[in-house]
């Protein structure tokens, strides 16, 4: 069993802008039914905003980190929260946990700049993160660096973490998910554009779009259809898209 097993939200009437948008403003009833859940759907359909919330309620620092990660004030971040935390509920089973790690491909660059600044002071933080600092690794091989050296146990909130990863390393990460989610060490939220990352099997799928939230499957999400119908005839699409 999972640790968080449900995200619950009443319909929202505080008169921000949280009320526009479609998947979020009538409320929501999510059951977590496995330690693997991914959020899927188009730029501005709430899953980030989702996300960002769950994160703040479980303590993390909404630049990316952990609990540990004093990221939200200091290194000139004052004061960002997130404006749907407060509406949110969250269940938990009796293992409710307080590790893990909230991470944002947007940020990374930023975090990985905060774990520069910690090492001045001790060096030693980069052993957590394959030795060296994130920026002297590409982007992808820092990514992976993050998820072999700090993933363990605990909850971990990933905003598209496919993001700077080529789909051998995409390989790699659904490796170090499936090695976690079978020892029960280990949870996963992650909001992703990815049709590789989403046919990890077993994973609970919902879909954000103007129709709410609904639960479905990969095959059934636009990201999967369409990449492989594109795949399929690449010269039609293309002929379409060029055509004067």
Partial sequence: MPFLT????PPLKDGSYLQHIPSLNNGLQLKLESNVTFFVGENGSGKSTLLEAIAEQCGFSLRGGNRNHNFNVGYRFQGYESALAAH???????????????????SFFNFASY???????????????????????????????LFNNQFESGIYILDEPEAALSPARILAFISVINQLDRSGRAQFIIATHSPI??????????????????????????HFTLTKSFLDNPEAYLRHLMED
């Fill in 197 to 222: 990352l989403i046919c990890y099997p077993g994973a609970t799928i919902y879909q954000f779009d103007e129709d709410g939230v609904r639960e479905t499957t990969y095959r059934d999400t636009e």
């Fill in 115 to 145: 774990i520069d600044e910690l090492a001045e002071d001790d060096s030693r933080i980069l052993s957590a993160y394959g030795g060296r600092s994130l920026h002297e690794q590409s982007h992808g091989e820092s990514f992976l660096a």
């Fill in 88 to 106: 949110l509920q969250l269940t938990w089973n009796p293992r409710r946990v307080s590790e893990g790690f909230f991470m944002r491909a947007e």
């Fill in 6 to 9: 449900r995200i619950s939200l």
